[in-house]
């Protein structure tokens, strides 16, 4: 190792050429390449693109809906080429139906929306759906149709339900028409209620296909140039591109079940049974708990669907008969009313035409008789053991029998309980008689002879 002195390199013109050659030939690299960075990073957020497939296979509601748009939305972002909408369902919510044709007509992706596997529908509000989409498919042996609106609440009068008609029809042709359909045997659907086959539908110009599978609907359409709602042109290329589902998440999940009205009931009854226990034993914790959480699910869910005021008024009125029938004998006449009550207020509480948006009779009687039972019972354990004296404390001296151990009169001394207690009497009591015990007021007796 040499200690010499240590060179150090010139600092002429030649290292300044250098310097901004090298700063030159930085920036070129920077220029070349970022874009292809960026290239490589599009090139990878792209590469999970294809078809987005959304099972949408319930009653259409606030949930359904979410879903729907949720699953169109992320196909938007991840660039896919269509999305296909499996549609099967008997109807649903206006609003909620609203909300879902709004989206398929804004979309930047082509919807596909497709009625099947065979063997199911798409009524009333599926209908909608069905002709508001890009391309509209059905599988052999479905059906769709029969959308007249049908009101909640009671029955409109004769103005306000021709005005319900024609608002469905007219929002039906604005865009029917558009999309290239037969409007005017659309129309039927909602004023006259008619339903279609595949071939009927195929053959009046409702839908633009009839496949059996998603493999069918990508060979049938790939290279089929449509026309988007926005009047601009575009070519579905399908074939070889991968369909991936889009999934409910938990939330979605759990809140489509609680929206069925039938779980809806259950977790209500069960949630006021839980809390009641509670109520009436302090410390339990559990049934309380989960008494709330069944609950807030069952009143998020009536928040949502269509209830009928008469039938709450009736299941209450069942809870308050299986109250009086506790307290009372009426040898079982007022849980019966209880239980009837109980039943036509369940069957009554969720005011839609739809069936699957009612409470079945099979669900009204089976949650209604064991909770009846249930109630009678812990009320009656209730009741009973407010009546029974106390057998604990001062509160169990009461009615006692105990001996004069010294004449009584202002004052004295009894033995009760195998215990001495001062006592006193308004009427003077002899020493060795038996006492009776009227109250207790400290450490100190009102007694009275036996």
């Given at each position: 190792?040499s200690?010499?002195?240590?060179?150090?390199?010139?600092?002429?013109?030649?290292t300044g050429?250098?310097l901004?050659?090298?700063l030159?030939a930085?920036?070129r690299m920077?220029?070349?390449?970022l874009p292809?960075?960026?290239?490589?990073?599009?090139?990878a957020s792209?590469?999970?693109?294809?078809?987005?497939?959304?099972?949408?296979?319930?009653?259409i509601?606030?949930?359904?809906?979410?879903?729907?748009?949720?699953?169109?939305t992320e196909?938007?972002?991840a660039?896919?080429t269509a999305?296909?909408?499996?549609?099967?369902?008997?109807g649903?919510?206006?609003?909620?139906?609203r909300?879902?044709?709004?989206?398929?007509?804004?979309?930047?992706?082509?919807?596909?929306?497709f009625?099947?596997?065979?063997?199911?529908?798409a009524?009333s509000?599926?209908?909608?759906?069905?002709l508001?989409?890009?391309v509209?498919?059905?599988?052999?042996?479905?059906?769709?149709?029969?959308?007249?609106p049908?009101?909640i609440g009671?029955k409109?009068?004769d103005?306000?339900?021709?005005?319900?008609?024609?608002?469905?029809?007219?929002?039906l042709?604005?865009?029917?028409?558009?999309?290239?359909?037969?409007?005017?045997?659309?129309?039927?659907?909602v004023?006259?209620s008619r339903?279609?086959?595949?071939?009927e539908?195929?053959?009046?110009h409702?839908?633009?296909?009839?496949a059996?599978d998603?493999?069918e609907?990508?060979d049938?359409?790939d290279?089929?140039?449509?026309?988007?709602?926005?009047?601009?042109k575009?070519?579905?290329?399908?074939?070889?591109?991968?369909?991936r589902d889009?999934?409910?998440?938990?939330?979605q999940?759990?809140?489509?079940?609680?929206?069925?009205p039938?779980?809806?009931?259950?977790l209500g009854?069960?949630?006021?049974?839980?809390?009641?226990?509670?109520?009436?034993?302090?410390?339990?914790?559990?049934?309380?708990?989960?008494?709330?959480?069944?609950?807030?699910?069952?009143?998020?869910?009536m928040?949502?669907?269509?209830i009928n005021?008469?039938?709450?008024?009736?299941?209450?009125?069942?809870?308050?008969l299986?109250?009086?029938?506790?307290k009372?004998?009426s040898?079982?006449l007022?849980?019966?009313?209880g239980?009837?009550?109980?039943?036509m207020?369940?069957?009554?509480?969720i005011d839609?035409?739809?069936p699957?948006l009612?409470?079945r009779?099979?669900?009204?009687?089976g949650?209604t008789?064991?909770f009846a039972a249930?109630?009678?019972?812990?009320?009656r354990?209730v009741?009973?053991?407010?009546?029974?004296?106390?057998?604990?404390?001062?509160?169990?001296?009461?009615?006692?029998?105990?001996?004069?151990?010294?004449?009584?009169?202002?004052?004295?001394?009894?033995?009760?309980?195998g215990?001495?207690?001062?006592?006193?009497?308004e009427?003077?009591?002899?020493?060795?008689?038996?006492?009776?015990?009227?109250?207790?007021d400290?450490?100190?007796?009102r007694v009275s002879?036996?």
């Amino acid at each position: 190792m040499s200690n010499g002195p240590v060179e150090h390199p010139p600092h002429g013109p030649e290292t300044g050429h250098t310097l901004r050659a090298l700063l030159v030939a930085k920036n070129r690299m920077r220029r070349t390449l970022l874009p292809k960075l960026f290239f490589l990073l599009a090139c990878a957020s792209s590469a999970d693109a294809g078809i987005l497939r959304i099972d949408l296979d319930d009653v259409i509601h606030p949930i359904t809906a979410e879903y729907a748009i949720q699953g169109i939305t992320e196909a938007e972002e991840a660039g896919d080429t269509a999305v296909i909408l499996r549609l099967s369902t008997p109807g649903g919510l206006d609003q909620s139906t609203r909300q879902i044709i709004e989206k398929i007509l804004s979309s930047k992706v082509p919807v596909i929306v497709f009625v099947g596997p065979s063997g199911i529908r798409a009524a009333s509000a599926g209908f909608f759906i069905l002709l508001a989409a890009d391309v509209a498919v059905m599988a052999p042996g479905t059906n769709t149709g029969a959308a007249h609106p049908v009101t909640i609440g009671g029955k409109p009068d004769d103005i306000m339900a021709k005005k319900i008609e024609n608002d469905a029809a007219a929002y039906l042709r604005s865009f029917v028409a558009k999309r290239g359909r037969n409007a005017a045997v659309a129309e039927k659907g909602v004023t006259e209620s008619r339903s279609f086959t595949e071939a009927e539908a195929l053959k009046e110009h409702l839908i633009d296909v009839v496949a059996k599978d998603v493999d069918e609907i990508v060979d049938s359409l790939d290279g089929k140039e449509i026309r988007r709602f926005d009047g601009s042109k575009a070519v579905l290329k399908l074939k070889g591109e991968q369909v991936r589902d889009f999934p409910m998440s938990l939330r979605q999940r759990i809140l489509a079940k609680v929206l069925n009205p039938n779980i809806a009931l259950i977790l209500g009854l069960v949630g006021l049974m839980g809390l009641y226990i509670e109520f009436t034993h302090p410390g339990l914790i559990v049934p309380g708990v989960a008494g709330g959480v069944c609950v807030f699910l069952a009143l998020v869910a009536m928040n949502i669907l269509p209830i009928n005021i008469l039938g709450v008024v009736m299941i209450l009125a069942a809870l308050v008969l299986f109250v009086i029938e506790a307290k009372v004998t009426s040898y079982g006449l007022l849980a019966a009313l209880g239980i009837a009550s109980m039943v036509m207020g369940a069957l009554i509480l969720i005011d839609s035409p739809i069936p699957e948006l009612r409470v079945r009779l099979s669900t009204a009687l089976g949650v209604t008789l064991p909770f009846a039972a249930i109630s009678v019972f812990l009320m009656r354990l209730v009741i009973i053991s407010h009546r029974k004296k106390s057998v604990t404390g001062s509160e169990g001296m009461v009615d006692e029998i105990g001996v004069a151990l010294t004449d009584i009169g202002a004052e004295g001394r009894i033995r009760v309980h195998g215990e001495i207690w001062q006592a006193h009497s308004e009427a003077p009591i002899a020493a060795g008689e038996k006492v009776r015990v009227l109250a207790v007021d400290g450490m100190n007796v009102r007694v009275s002879r036996v």
